[in-house]
């Protein structure tokens, strides 16, 4: 199969954030629905190895794969929208393409040879492309590279993208995003940013063979000539990209527009007849046909760039869906919460989810929305550092230990109830050295979380360096937190609930990694039936008052 793999590339043009993830995991899906086996590969211009030691208002999200990868949040898109996870290979950074060559320059394995951009970088990048294709598991790869076309840090890329393209001349294809803008004073859309773009691409050697063009207003037959006449693409390859009210109608809309046919006419591969796309529209009718609303408060630190959390949004969406609810979601800075407010902020939600994160800052507006919550028995979710501060505002507040806190912020602390993990004490190094990737935990029968799943044994994802610190777990237990998942091997208390709450869970995995349109994740599912049913109560304790 690695010889009849067919490449696929996804460019963008103009500006940045005109969603080529987006539009590469919906081909990918339509590609999908016709039977052909598609995976996608994100290619990131930053010289950072990962985004693992980024702040979130650098680049958004920071994705886990099953394999530990710290990746690109666009991966959580193709993971949500194919059903099928990715791994260290579906994402490559400058970093990581430098960082190979150097070691080979370093083991002497170019022979003496002066190492340059071409060949040897960009060798490297055709490389890391192929490594899918060559795997025989799948018939079509699609990369998207990130940047936009003429910034510098991208030209390697497109440089490689052209030598693929001449080295495999009828197994490779290019699609450009672009804006066309409506000038609201002149009242028309305008063309000539595409042209530019697609000029820019021709300087490098590049012809695109699609256009996907990103728009506020319908593009008509005049301007799709136009933009296929300044362009050398054929006009059934101009496809219209209007702005849509959630990502999940965009497979839809871009079915409609037939850019799946065009693009396996273009590769000469069999369409194997419409996709159906049942369960895809399906869970679009209840996204957009709720029955009732619950509104949930995420509390985290980051919440000036919402794409910092953009996993657990999506993952609130899938499971509103599966529960025929529209989710509305309350964003609360926990940098801004405290004692004298919490009640203003906290007051007639419906649950509230306490983020993950790192640091100090904010961690305190974390551990009050906790306590909130818990005396006011309103359902609870934490992930990651959000079960951290549930155990610490326990700890504090329910057995009295006023100093309790986690090492990671409190070095002298005199319980603490969090700690660092004893293999990551002699690390020093901060890029990919955490607990990262799936691990197994083994659920109590009969508690929230095995109720949420209805399986015992379990494997999640995780990203962290401290954990509860097992030493305190009696204390906690006798006092009404129990630890309902633990790691079989180690022992590693996973998942804690308080047995007097009506639903109070807090988890050291992120269950938001692995949730899909067609597979939601239980615990997010589970948490919003919860929150369905506090809802209830009170709509019913109303009616009792009148």
Known sequence: MSNSTKYIFVTGGVTSSLGKGIISASLAKLLQARGHSVTIQKLDPYINIDPGTLNPYEHGE????????????????????????????????????????INKERRGEFLGKTVQIIPHITDEIKHRIQILGKSGEFDIVITEIGGTVGDIESLPYIESVRQMLWEKRNQCLVIHLTLVPFLQAAGELKTKPTQHSVKQMLEVGVQPDILVCRTEHHLDDSIRRKIALFCNVAQESVIESI???????????????KLDEVV??????PDNGAPELKEWKDFLHKLQNPKKIVTVGLVGKYIELKDSYKS???ALEHAGATNECDVKVKWIHSEKL???NVSDQLKGLDGVLVAPGFGSRGIEGKITAVQFVRENNIPFFGICLGMQCAVIEYARNVLGWENAHSTEISKMCEQPVIDLMEEQKSITNLGGTMRLGSYDCELTEGSHIFNAYQEKDIKERHRHRFEFNSKYLNDFESNG??????????????VVEVSSHPWF????????????????????IAFIQAAIKKQEVKIGSKEMSK
Do not use: W
């Open 62 to 101: 920071c994705y886990v794969t099953n394999d530990g990868a710290e990746t690109d949040l666009d991966l959580g898109h193709y993971e949500r929208f194919l059903n099928v996870p990715t791994s260290q290979a579906n994402n490559v950074t400058t970093g990581r393409i430098y960082q190979s060559v």
């Open 243 to 257: 702005d849509a009210s959630s990502i999940y109608e965009v497979p839809i809309m871009m079915q409609n527009e």
């Open 264 to 269: 396996l006419q273009k590769l000469g591969l």
């Open 312 to 314: 657990i949004a999506e």
């Open 338 to 340: 405290n004692a004298e």
């Open 481 to 494: 937190m129990k630890a309902t998942g633990k790691n079989p091997e180690t022992g590693l208390v996973e």
């Open 505 to 524: 869970v807090g988890a050291q995995f992120h269950p938001e990694y692995k949730s899909t349109v067609e597979q939601p994740h239980p615990l997010f």
